[in-house]
């Protein structure tokens, strides 16, 4: 396990959870709208609306099962290495931070009486010590 490899899984849940949002908004738009009834005829182009956006919902659901994949793959790893870590509290802020996806200031206010700067640190001086790269 390297540095990296912790950045990479972290970076790949950011994304798993951007495609998702995405999925979400494109899930909302193409639902029913209401008509503009107004008598006058609206043809600015021949356009299939609704074909696009399942086209682009199949698209995104294509990627988050890819994303998801690859995260369990990743997580498979950073979580059985971040279980070899023997002190309690470090273990937890891994977790929390590589596993759970929390940002530091969140990692630091769920373990409490420390700053998000003082976990970072603490986590940034036990990956120097103890990961290869």
Known sequence: ??????????????????????????????????????????????SDRT????????????????????????????????GSIDDMQTRMIFRLRYICGFTWKEVAALIGGNTGRSVRLRAYRYMKDHLAG
């Not at 994949?69 to 059985?80: H, K, L, M, N, Q």
């Open 51 to 82: 074909g696009n956006l399942a086209a682009e919902i199949a698209d995104v659901k294509a990627v988050i099962d890819r994303l998801r994949a690859e995260v369990a793959r990743s997580e498979e790893a950073a979580a059985a290495w971040i």
């Open 1 to 46: 396990m390297t540095k990296q490899d912790l950045d990479h899984h972290l970076a790949l849940r950011q994304r798993l959870e951007e495609a998702r949002g995405l999925l979400t908004s494109l899930e909302t738009g193409a639902g029913p709208r209401a008509q503009h009834l107004d008598g006058m005829p609206h043809a600015h182009g021949i």
